[in-house]
């Protein structure tokens, strides 16, 4: 099976069309290298896939006939990625909320009126 084919069968890309686009960047390797979609994939392989920022380490046990249900993907792969790479997610979600505050920043619409209004009861004093 075609590692594109693959890799949407076991739910980590949302469609064949997103999975083929992560291999063309270079984000799927197998075995330590960077593979086309075409590539075939066989049990004992060792996928190394960067998606939303996450190193995620796969090993293949099996290959589907078709796309799996979400409770039967284990049977197909095991998930070695380290927990390390899902808190390092964690982290930055909180960094980015300490970055900018709501509320701050640009003034809204709403914000804007009210800043005009209390300009126009200052010029009529």
């Given amino acids: 099976m075609r590692i594109d084919k693959y890799l949407w069968c076991v739910r980590y890309f949302k469609t064949r069309n997103i999975a083929t686009t992560a291999c063309k960047k270079g984000h799927i390797k197998i075995n330590g290298q960077v593979v086309k ?15 939303n ?46 970055y900018r505050k709501k509320g701050t920043g640009r003034p809204t619409k709403k914000d804007r009126r009210a800043i005009d209004d209390v300009y126009k009861e200052n010029e009529e004093e």
């Avoid at 979609?37 to 998606?51: F, M, N, Q, W």
């Avoid at 249900?69 to 197909?76: E, H, M, P, Q, S």
């Avoid at 998930?79 to 909320?97: G, H, I, M, R, V």
């Fill in 53 to 98: 920022q996450i190193n995620y380490t796969v090993s293949v046990l099996d290959i589907p006939l078709n796309r799996v249900g979400a409770k039967l993907v284990d049977i197909y792969r095991v998930d070695t990625t380290p927990k390390s790479a899902f808190e390092s997610q964690e982290l930055l979600k909180f960094a980015k909320d300490y």
């Fill in 37 to 51: 979609p075409s590539r075939e994939v066989y049990p004992t392989d060792k996928i190394e896939l960067r998606k």
